[in-house]
């Protein structure tokens, strides 16, 4: 069974930076697309990042050009660089791998909210305040 834990979320001051962590057991990183989502109090889980096997990336248009996403195969690990933080970024963030059709949306710049996995990990919260 595959193992996820997310780190590195907190409390951070709009225009701010946090930089997310990704640990996974198994092989999940070897074999998949990944990538991370995130869920705002009452709203869907929402796929805002994904990083391909051969480390191309790939951004929903509400975090291009703030976040970085990236992932080191070695240590099945994954990072989310993210900077000049906005109160809409408030969010429980999520790692998992990224299905094939999850990612042609994200390519095509369509919001992706449906992605079911059986297992997820904790997540990491993310609140952007003043």
């Known amino acids: 069974q595959e193992q996820l834990v997310e780190s590195g979320g907190g409390l951070v001051q709009p225009g701010g930076s946090l930089r997310l962590s990704c640990a996974a057991s198994?092989?999940?990183?070897?074999?998949?697309?990944m990538g991370w989502y995130r869920q705002p109090p009452g709203k869907q889980r929402e796929l805002v990042a994904a990083?391909?096997?051969?480390?191309?990336?790939y951004y929903a248009d509400s975090v291009k050009g703030r976040f970085t996403i990236s992932r080191d195969n070695a240590k099945d690990t994954m990072f989310l660089q993210m900077n000049d933080l906005e109160p809409g970024d408030t969010a429980v963030y999520y790692c998992?791998?990224?299905?094939?059709?999850?990612?042609?949306?994200?390519?095509?710049?369509?919001?992706?909210?449906?992605?079911?996995?059986?297992?997820w990990g904790q997540g990491t919260r993310v609140t952007v305040s003043s």
């Open positions: 198994g092989d999940i990183f070897s074999i998949n697309d």
């Open positions: 998992n791998a990224v299905p094939p059709i999850a990612l042609a949306r994200l390519m095509a710049g369509i919001s992706v909210f449906d992605v079911q996995y059986p297992d």
């Open positions: 990083v391909t096997k051969d480390d191309s990336t």
